[in-house]
């Protein structure tokens, strides 16, 4: 079976919000398409000599409220329809939470796992050197994403600066500490999440301290929720998976085992007393909280009616269908949206650019308070949308980010 596309995705989630709002037809038409974006073919020669090829993008979706803003993905599988989706949900997510940034999104077709850091590093300072003239602190932000890392943004970034001529560490986020990067960034998607799963636990009254939490998806975000969930607020985390399978003990399982085991052998599912188990299993499990921080389209119409937690939290982007969002809504499973439960980490990165401008660097205390108000605002924000509208959680993120958008394109004159 096919995987849905995620732009086509996408347009249908705006297009369901542009019903909401009401918007003319030819608004309606601007923003189904990107600004602008560019593909590029980047020669890279690798470490046994031979010169090797990789076909990269980069979407500006909408530059309305600002520069854009958002990641480079390194994947194998990556398509340019993924690419397009995400810059746009950057778009809306930058916007939600007040942010005065548009909406980016990058991606090379590569697997880093199968290249030397030789071979890594030539790769990104190729992707700038085809791009620069059209990314930069007053156009285009980039940031880490699948697959990339802090070392990756620096080599682009020291990339950028030769070109320009000077230093320009704000030109790219999630960059090391010593190169500009901001304290907090770590953790930021994970820990502005759960900001959002504890305003979603007042309002429906939730004591998370009593809470069963199952977490799909392993990497950087799955990894900090897990350590994060029970130290913010003492829940019990039953179930973890990766690529490779899940494991499930009704007793929890601890962040520092989950980890260790994933080091020593790649993967969760190897966790000692746990019960082996599936990425399918792991979503239908009976629990409070399930933590979606995989990939896209895991939730579907086919398993959407077997979930049975009471709050699903979207780390990852895009990982629950349309079809799939009508029946949790119809069940009352409270969804915290992709593109606001994920948003730490771009609010965060805004954090470092502000710094970079500034070249003055925020505390650790700094940033975490600053992320846990834009966090809980824009959760607000939304869920009084949602009863405003009666209408689901993400389409309510969308009427609240896509009106911010359309003001800031009619005052522009654009519309």
Known sequence: MSKPNPFEISQKQLADCAKILNLDAGVHEFLRHPRREFHVSIPVRMDDGSLKIFQGFRVQYNDALGPCKGGIRFHPDETVDTVRALSAWMTWKCSLLGLPLGGGKGGVICNPKEMSMGEQERLCRGYVDMLWENIGP??????????????????????????VGSNSFGMITGKPLVVGGSLGRGDSTARGGLFTLREAAKEFNIDLAKSTVAIQGYGNAGSFAHSLVKELFGSK?????????????????????????????????????????????????????????????????????????????????????????????????????????????????????????????????????RLDERMTEAYQAVLAASKNYKVNMRQAAYTVAVARVVEAMKIRGWV
């Open 237 to 369: 985390v039953v179930a973890v998976s990766d690529s490779k399978g899940g494991a499930f003990n009704a007793a929890g399982i601890e962040a520092d085992v989950a980890a260790r085991v994933k080091a020593e052998t790649s993967t969760v599912a190897n966790i000692p007393g746990a019960k082996k188990i599936s990425n399918e299993e792991i979503l239908e499990l009976d629990v409070d909280i399930l933590i979606a921080a995989a990939l896209e389209n895991v939730i579907t119409k086919d398993n959407a009616g077997k979930i049975k937690a009471k709050v699903i939290i979207e780390l990852a982007n895009g990982p629950t269908t349309p079809e799939a969002d009508a029946i949790l809504f119809q069940n009352k499973v409270h969804v915290i949206p992709d593109f606001l439960a994920n948003a730490g980490g771009v609010t965060v990165s805004y954090f470092e650019m502000v710094q970079n401008i500034a070249r003055y660097n925020w505390t650790l205390d700094e940033v975490y308070t």
């Open 138 to 163: 007053a156009k285009d932000v980039p940031a880490p994403d699948v697959y990339t890392t802090p070392q990756m943004m620096a080599w682009m970034m020291d990339q950028y600066s030769k070109h």
